[in-house]
């Protein structure tokens, strides 16, 4: 296998033919990750963008622990919205996981559906080191 493949079970399994995130080298390349409880493996939040992207942002830094880094070595995220109109909120929030000296590069899509009809997800790429 030329890669390793990256598991935690502190963060939600995956829900499809893909893993959780794979290393590369010093790069880790973390899948998208929506609002899915570790333990129950529900989307938790009732539909609340604020609940969701909190549990987003915890499964990342749970599957980057895994690797063995933290959300400081990450390089670039991905977001996937449901509604745009959420930007200013999710921001909000997704801005408090970083410190004001560090935001990575990043892009944000408004999508027609996401898996399991969530409001977000969010994927990112970390190198260690
Ligand atoms: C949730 C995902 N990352 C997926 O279905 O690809």
Do not use: W
Request: aromatic share 6%; with cysteine.
């Amino acid at each position: 296998m030329p890669h390793t493949v990256v598991y935690s079970n502190q963060a939600p399994a995956p829900i499809g033919p893909y893993s959780q995130a794979i290393q590369a080298g010093a790069t880790v390349y973390v899948s998208g990750q929506i609002a899915l409880d570790s333990v129950t493996g529900q989307v938790v939040g009732g539909g609340d963008v604020a609940q969701e992207t909190n549990q987003v942002m915890r499964n990342l830094q749970a599957v980057l622990q895994a690797a063995g880094l933290t959300l400081r070595d990450v390089v670039k995220c991905s977001i996937f919205v449901k509604d745009l109109g959420n930007f200013g909120l999710i921001n909000e929030i997704y801005g408090s996981y970083f410190t004001p000296d560090y935001a990575p590069a990043r892009e944000t899509v408004e999508v027609s559906r996401l898996p399991k009809d969530v409001q977000v997800e969010i994927s990112c790429v970390a190198v260690a080191g």
